[in-house]
């Protein structure tokens, strides 16, 4: 399966913004999708994630309420909608998947898109 995220871009704090992540390969529809982020100076952190339904979602303490994943298997699109950015949410901001489909969500992301920049201004 390949990913490929993007809609980053530079936002002023309060602000929102969304992004994507476009799946493609055979039987891409059936993969968990992770979203994570690489923050300047900091490890790459686990955000959020969605089942291959997207009956199912996962989020990291920090991202409840504020981010919202969701995905359209008709599309191959899978989003991450953040409201009310912080500073601190400035970092590169990369989609993944499992190796095997219709995985569980806190195994080994084997798939890697590019990632998209968010900056996030005062």
């Known amino acids: 399966v390949q990913l490929q995220a993007f809609g980053g871009g530079l936002v002023q704090a309060g602000g929102s913004l969304r992004l994507s992540c476009a799946t493609s390969?055979?039987?891409?529809?059936?993969?968990?999708v992770g979203w994570f982020r690489h923050p300047p100076g900091r490890e790459r952190e686990f955000v959020s994630a969605?089942?291959?339904?997207?009956?199912?979602?996962f989020y990291v303490d920090p991202a409840k309420g504020r981010f919202t994943i969701s995905r359209d298997n008709a599309k191959n699109t899978v989003y991450l909608q953040i409201h009310s950015l912080k500073l601190e949410d400035t970092a590169v901001y990369y989609c993944?998947?499992?190796?095997?489909?219709?995985?569980?969500?806190?195994?080994?992301?084997?798939?890697w898109g590019q990632g998209t920049q968010v900056t996030v201004s005062s």
């Open positions: 390969g055979r039987f891409s529809s059936s993969y968990v």
């Open positions: 993944g998947a499992p190796y095997e489909k219709y995985s569980h969500f806190f195994v080994w992301y084997h798939y």
């Open positions: 969605i089942s291959w339904n997207g009956r199912d979602t």
